[in-house]
């Protein structure tokens, strides 16, 4: 689709420029709440949702020319800027103060990579199909709020793996998921022959179980791989 220019590669490049400045407004936007004494756990769950809700641009990209892998030009540079963040001692980078539970800058290197390598390889393989969408509501919504509501309302926990969980959390992978990964469909305009919802709801179930028994960070592989294989033995194909 290249409505005002005639000129695939330009299109999927300027839709590809407009994904990466949307993030960066969203970053920048917390940067600035978190100095004002928003909740920095908070800003950590805005961003989440924001970066990996990068799938409501996929619609716009011209799927027919190959630069339709400009898609994934928002996760791919956050790739290289969590490796160079990562591995520097810089801990007043408004990333390391954003985006980190403790400050240090190696936890870049743990979820926050993973994350962003994960939005890059759904989006490569899977560009524009339901259930990449789906996996990555499932990381996006399900287990980027997980942690927020089971620490806030949880009072009924347990132990996984040397992990503390709580049952509000474990249902928030569920219900956000489930719920994240519907309404990223419906923007997208991929639910042309009906949301999936049995896929979508067993998907759910294992994101929950995953979560629960993932090391930590871990789950932003596992989850979103564990749904691609619910959709591939539900369907027969992703």
């Known amino acids: 689709m290249t409505p005002w220019f005639g000129n695939s590669l330009i299109w999927n490049s300027l839709v590809g420029l407009v994904e990466i400045v949307y993030i960066f407004i969203v970053i920048g936007l917390m940067d600035k709440l978190v100095a004002r004494g928003f909740p920095a756990d908070l800003s950590r769950k805005v961003i989440h949702i924001a970066a990996g809700s990068f799938v409501v641009f996929w619609p716009l990209f011209d799927a027919s020319h190959w630069s339709r892998i400009f898609c994934v030009a928002m996760p791919f540079i956050w790739v290289l800027l969590f490796l160079s963040k990562g591995l520097s001692n810089n801990t007043e ?55 927020y509501f089971g620490a806030r309302f949880g009072k009924t926990g347990y132990q996984t793996l040397g992990a503390r969980k709580t049952l509000v959390g474990s249902l928030t992978v569920f219900i956000a998921g489930v719920a994240g990964s519907v309404l990223m469909l419906m923007v997208t305009g991929l639910t042309g022959t ?14 929950m179980v995953i979560e629960a028994f993932s090391p930590r960070d871990v789950d932003n592989i596992t989850i979103p791989l564990s749904t691609l294989v619910v959709f591939y033995l539900m369907q027969g194909r992703l």
């Open 93 to 147: 980078d408004p990333a390391v103060k954003t985006m980190t539970r403790t400050g240090n800058p190696r936890e870049l290197l743990r979820g926050p990579l993973m994350f962003a390598v994960m939005m890059v390889a759904i989006g490569l393989a899977l560009f524009n199909r339901v259930s990449a969408v789906a996996a990555l509501g499932m990381m996006t919504w399900g287990d980027g709020l997980a942690p």
């Open 194 to 207: 009906g949301i999936p919802w049995s896929a979508l709801l067993v998907s759910g179930a294992v994101a």
